[in-house]
């Protein structure tokens, strides 16, 4: 079973950075692609950008392109998604969540393993 606990979020004002991390534990096999996700009051959740746990290969969703950076740290077994220029549209309660399967995928359901998740507010 894969367990992931985020930290990091907070307060911020518009234009400021925050870090966020999301420390896995667990089956290392399972840990194929993690990524982030938010979802804002009254909206769906929608996905932010993943990487391979093996390759290192990132992608980005293009409302974040350019400001967040996603990374990994192998021996802490930790992602971590670092977020400058933030919007007060950034809003959001921030997941990581790891998918088990080999393909890249952007949707929800096709993420096996979700964290209990971290508020991240920008203030304008």
């Known amino acids: 079973q894969v367990q992931l606990v985020e930290s990091g979020g907070g307060l911020v004002q518009a234009g400021g950075s925050l870090r966020l991390s999301c420390a896995a534990s667990?089956?290392?096999?399972?840990?194929?692609?993690i990524a982030w996700f938010r979802q804002a009051p009254g909206k769906e959740r929608e996905f932010v950008t993943f990487?391979?746990?093996?390759?290192?290969?990132?992608y980005y969703a293009d409302s974040v392109k350019g400001r967040f950076t996603i990374s990994r740290d192998n021996a802490k077994n930790t992602v971590y998604l670092q977020m400058d220029s933030l919007k007060p549209e950034d809003t959001a309660v921030y997941y990581c969540?790891?998918?088990?399967?080999?393909?890249?995928?952007?949707?929800?359901?096709?993420?096996?393993?979700w964290g209990q998740g971290t508020q991240v507010t920008v203030s304008s």
């Open positions: 969540a790891v998918r088990a399967g080999t393909a890249y995928r952007t949707t929800p359901n096709e993420y096996d393993y």
């Open positions: 990487i391979s746990w093996n390759s290192g290969r990132t």
């Open positions: 667990g089956p290392t096999f399972s840990r194929h692609v």
